[in-house]
C-alpha cells in the first residue's frame, strides 16, 4: 500500500503552522499510535517475528519528519523510527517488512522515499549523514537547493564513538546534517544517568561548537519548529545542529524486552509525563482547532491503515531466495553465482 | 588516455606526455598517482580523501599534487579517525559520488572496521541494489619496510572473508595504474591493498595497452591477462608458485635461482584475492601439477588455504604434491629487526619448493 506524501516543510521558517497542518499532525501521530500498538500485538499473534515500539515518542518522530523536505533532504533512521517514516508518506508495509524479516532494510525504495534503510547498528548510520552532506556541500550550487541529512539516534547511541567522530568531522567541514537525538531515557535497561556524561547529549555539542538545543520532546509542535529552524541553519551553510528532544520510552525496548526487570511500573508513571498524544489532543481542543469529531475521524483513519498495513504484512511471502545471492554485488563475482547455482540445484532441485 | 594527465605536477611526480604506443618506466607511486589523476579528470564524482591525502600528498606521496590540481573539493583531509573516514564514504556514496578513502597504514584498517564490514559491504545488499557502493578503498599494505608497529598487516583474508567486499592487490607499476582505474570505475566496493614496499621500484607501465582484455572482457575473469583476472609472471613446467602483492616479486626472484637448479617455476600473481581467479589456479596447476602459496600474512586461516582448497578441488587427480604454503608465521607482526625472519624469505620459499619437489607417495 501506498499513503498520501503529507506537506513539505513551509518556506517561511518563521510561518506558524496553519489549523490544518496541525490537524494533520493529529492525525499522524493517531496513525502513527495506532500502528505502534498494532505491530506490538501482530508480534503477539505471531503475524510478525519482533518489534521495537516507539510508543511515547510519537511528538518526538512525526514532528521531526514532518519538517523534512522531501524533494531535498535525506534522513538516516535508526530501527525505531516509524513515526518518522509515516510523516514522511513512507510506504508502511514496506517500512514494517523488516519487522516481518522480509529483508533486513526494509522494502521501501530508500531513494525515491529519502529514507536510508533501516539501520540495526547503534550509531551507525551517523557518519553517512555526514558524508551525504558534505556531498550536499560539495555539489549544491547555491544554498536554496542545498539538502540537508538528518541522523537519527538515542541517548544509548550516544556513547558511541562514531558519535564523537561525526559531530567532529561536521563541525569540521560545515556539514548542513542535523543531529536529532531522542532521548527516551532507557537503553533497553540502562537510564541516561548511568549513559550519559555531562548532563546531556545537547551540552557537548558546545564542545565542537555546533549549536544546539534541548527540546521538550512530547510536544509536536515544539518539536516540528525546532526542526524547521535546525534544517533551515543547515540550508543556509551554517553548519551542523544538535537538537536533544526529551522524550520516554513507554514501551519495552523490543518485543524480547521485560522492564519489569528494571523498571516498575510506579517510576514508568512517574517518569513518562503526559502522554504526547493527548496532551496535543487537549491543546488543539482547547485553542478550538478541532472538535470530537476530527478525533473521532482521525481514529477511524487510524484504525482503517492498521487493517490495511496488517493485510499487506501477513500478505508479505518470503523473498526469493536468489536475492540472498543476487543482491550483494552489482557485479557479481564467479563464485558467488556457482553458489548460487549450486543452491538452486539443492534446494530447488532444478 | 587523458589530457590532464600530460600536465606537470609537483616535484617527484612529473610524467612524460602518453604518445600512442606509450610506454613508460614509473614507480608504482607514481603509477598510483597518474590513476587517480586520470580517475578525477574523467569522473568528476570521484572524490579523493584521508587522513593527510590533500596538501601533504600522503604520507606515501600517492595523492600528491592532486589536490592542487583537482582543487579541494575533489582531494581533501579528514580528521584523523579511520571510522569517520569510512563511514563518510557510505554517505558520500550514498549522494551519487564516487569515493577513493585511503586508510594511511593497514594496521589503521581495523578501527574502521564496523564501517567496512557491516556498512561499505552491505549497504547495496540491504538497500536491495538502490545503494551501490562504489568505493575503492585504497590500504597501503602488508610488511617490509621496517616500520612501527601496526603499520605492516596483512588483512587480506579477513577482507576477503566479508560478503559485499572485493579484494585486489598490484604487484607490478603497470598492474598498479591499469587495476586502479579499473577498480575506481566500478559499482561495487573494492579493497586496493598496495604493497608499500614495492612503492618505489620502477617498471613499465604500458598506457597504451589499455588493459589488455578489459574493455571486451570487463566480466570475463577468466580470460588470461585480463583486469579482472590472474596474470602469469613467468611461465614455467615444474611447479607454480602462486602469490600477490610484493611477494610476487620475491616469487620470480626464487624461480631464477631455481632455475639455475634445473628446476622451472611459474609464478602466478594472483592479484584479486577476491574473486579469486579459479580458473587460472586450475589452468596453471594442471599443466605443472605441483603448487606452492606464498603469503605474507599468519600461516591459519590464511588466504593460502583457500588457493590450496581451489587447486585441490580442480587438479586432485594429477596433482603430484599436497599444496605447501610458505607464509608468515601465527605471531604479530614483529619489530622492523625480525621481519626478515618473518615474510617468507628466499631459502623458505626455496624449502618449500624443494619438499613439494621430493614429495613421494605413500
Redesign the interface.
Known sequence: MTTEPVLAAVDDDTAPLTHHQLRELYTLMAAVRHLDTAAVAWQRQGIIPGYAPELGQEAAQVGSGYAVDRAKDFVFPTYREMGVARAMGLDMVGYMSTHKATWHGGMYNPLESRFAPIQAVVAGSVLHAVGWAHGQSLSSRSTDERGVAITYFGDGASSQGDVHEAMNFAAVMKAPVVFFIQNNGWAISVPTERQVAGGSVAARASGYGIPSLQVDGNDVVAVYEATRSALAHCRAGHGPVVIEAMTYRRGPHSTADDPGRYRTLEEERLDAGEDPLERFKQRLLADGVADEAFFAEARRMAEEEEETVRAGIADLGPRPGAEMFSMVFQEPTPALQSQATAWREESEHV | MSETATQTRSHNNYTEPAAANDIQQLSMQQALNRALDEVLAQNPKT?IFGEDCGRLGGVFRITDGLQAKHGE?RVFD??L?E??I????????????H?IPEVQFDGFAYPAI??IV??IAR??????????MPITLRVPSFGGIRAPEHHGESLEALFAHV??L?VVSPSTPHDAYHLLKYAAT???PVIFMEPKSRYWQKGPVDFTAAAPGAAAHD?E??NHGSLTGARVAREGRHLTMVAWGAMVARCLQVAELAAEDGIDVEVLDLRWL???D?EALARSVGKTRRAVVVHEAPLTSGLGAEVAQLITQSCFATLKAPVERVTGFDVPYPSGDLEDEYIPNIDRILFGIQRVLEYRRG
Do not use: E
Not at chain 2, 569510512?86 to 559520488?97: E, Q
Not at chain 2, 549497504?123 to 551501490?132: A, I, K, V, W
Open positions: 572524490v573539493d579528514t580528521p579517525a571510522s569517520g569510512l563511514g563518510m564514504s557510505v554517505g558520500l556514496a550514498m549522494a551519487g559520488f569515493p564496523n564501517q557491516c556498512q549497504m547495496n545488499y540491504r538497500s536491495r541494489g538502490t545503494l551501490p560478503p559485499g572485493k566500478r559499482q561495487d566480466d575473469p577468466t577476491k574473486p579469486i579459479a
